[in-house]
C-alpha cells in the first residue's frame, strides 16, 4: 500500500474560505515537506518540518509523527493557492524523500 | 532558494531511441535525486546520490541509468527508450544533513517517447 497517502485527492475552495489538507505515513516519518506544484508545473516548497508546527502567511502547517500524520491548513483561500499539494515525507535520515499523490485544489471567486 | 537547473525542458524521441536529462544544482548540495510525475502516481524516485560518483536506486529504477559526475551534475540515462517512460522528469537537490534536507526542484523535462 502507499506509504504516503494524502486527503482529500480533490478541493474545490471560494476564495475567503478556510481549508485543511492531510497526509497519513505508514513509514515511521521523522521529517516531512510540503509542496505546492502550480498550473505551469513548478514545484515550490512550503515546508519542512520536524515534529510541531509552522507558519507563513495564511499557511499553517503541523506534524505529529507520534500518529503519523501532517496537517497543511490554508486560511482565506486566494486564487493564487490553486495548484496540486504535495507532502513527502523522510524516515530516519535516510534522505529518500516518498510522496503522496497529491491534493488538487482549486480557488474560485 | 535553492538553484536547480534542467535541460532540457521538451525532449521528443522515439522507441529504442537514447536519451540523456542534465540537472546542475549550484548550492553545494550533497543529494541529488531523479523524480518521475505520472498522473494518478504522484512523484515517484528512480535515482538518487549523495555525491560525486555515488549511485543509490530508487524506487521505479528499471529501464534507468544515473550518473553524478561533479557535485553539481546529475544525469539520467534512458538507453531504450520505450512509451512507457514518456513522462515529466524532475531533478532536486538537498543539503543532506540533518535538519538541512528541504527539497529544491528544477522545473522539469517533459518526455514523450513515440
Known amino acids: 500500500g502507499d506509504k504516503v497517502k494524502q486527503s482529500p485527492s480533490a478541493l474545490s475552495l471560494q476564495e475567503g474560505t478556510n481549508s485543511a489538507l492531510r497526509c497519513n505515513f505508514s513509514i515511521a516519518a521523522t521529517t516531512v515537506q510540503w509542496f505546492l506544484q502550480n498550473p505551469r508545473g513548478s514545484l515550490m516548497n512550503l515546508f519542512y518540518?520536524?515534529?510541531g508546527t509552522k507558519e507563513n502567511g495564511r499557511l499553517k502547517s503541523a506534524f505529529d509523527s507520534k500518529e503519523s500524520y501532517s496537517t497543511l491548513h490554508i486560511r482565506d483561500a486566494q486564487l493564487e493557492d490553486s495548484g496540486t499539494y504535495f507532502c513527502?515525507?523522510?524516515?530516519?535520515?535516510?534522505?529518500?524523500?516518498?510522496f503522496g499523490k497529491g491534493t488538487s485544489l482549486v480557488v474560485h471567486p | 532558494e535553492a538553484a536547480v537547473t534542467q535541460s532540457p525542458r521538451n525532449k521528443v524521441t522515439v522507441t529504442g531511441g537514447n536519451v540523456t536529462l542534465s540537472c546542475r544544482q549550484t548550492?553545494?548540495?550533497?543529494?541529488m535525486y531523479w523524480y518521475r510525475q505520472d498522473t494518478g502516481h504522484g512523484l515517484r524516485l528512480i535515482h538518487y546520490s549523495y555525491g560525486a560518483g555515488n549511485l543509490q536506486i530508487g524506487d521505479v529504477p528499471d529501464g534507468y541509468k544515473a550518473t553524478r559526475t561533479t557535485q553539481e551534475d546529475f544525469f539520467l540515462l534512458l538507453e531504450l527508450a520505450s512509451p512507457s517512460q514518456t513522462s515529466l522528469y524532475f531533478c532536486?537537490?538537498?543539503?543532506?544533513?540533518?535538519?538541512?534536507?528541504?527539497?529544491?526542484f528544477g522545473h522539469g523535462t517533459k518526455l514523450s517517447v513515440l
Open positions: 518540518l520536524v515534529p
Open positions: 513527502a515525507a523522510e524516515k530516519g535520515g535516510n534522505y529518500k524523500p516518498t
Open positions: 532536486a537537490s538537498s543539503g543532506g544533513q540533518i535538519s538541512n534536507e528541504r527539497l529544491f
Open positions: 548550492n553545494s548540495h550533497n543529494y
